[in-house]
Nanobody
Framework: VQLQASGGGSVQPGESLRLSCAAS????????MGWFRQTPGKSRELVAA????????YYANSVKGRFTISRDNANNTVYLQMNSLKPEDTAVYYC???????????????WGQGTLVTVSS
């Protein structure tokens, strides 16, 4: 199983980016999928998750109202639309799939490689 993340880059505050994560090797139709991020010296943080086959979503408080997670089951891909980006959103973003989710605690099985998002003026 491979998760290929893309879409990171450098933007100015207030701008948008869309991250994509294409899965291969198995179909994640109803599996949980999500995005984490990590900055140097900090633990990996769950940013958003789409769970129970897409019935529900989770967002960290810091990104609510600005980020949107979605999935395209036909293409086995999960997206993270990031709007109104702030400097504090700067991090390496990782996609993840499979595993368990319970009340904001997501423990995925599969991880993608990171993609760097830099928000700076």
């Amino acid at each position: 199983v491979q998760l290929q993340a893309s879409g990171g880059g450098s933007v100015q505050p207030g701008e948008s980016l869309r991250l994509s994560c294409a899965a291969s090797g198995r179909t994640f139709g109803s599996a949980n999928m999500g995005w984490f991020r990590q900055t140097p010296g900090k633990s990996r943080e769950l940013v958003a998750a789409i769970i129970w086959g897409g019935i529900n979503t989770y967002y960290a408080n810091s990104v609510k109202g600005r980020f949107t997670i979605s999935r395209d089951n036909a293409n086995n891909t999960v997206y993270l639309q990031m709007n109104s980006l702030k400097p504090e959103d700067t991090a390496v973003y990782y996609c993840a799939a499979g595993g368990t989710y319970f009340r904001g605690d997501y423990n995925p099985i599969y991880w993608g490689q990171g993609t760097l998002v830099t928000v700076s003026s």
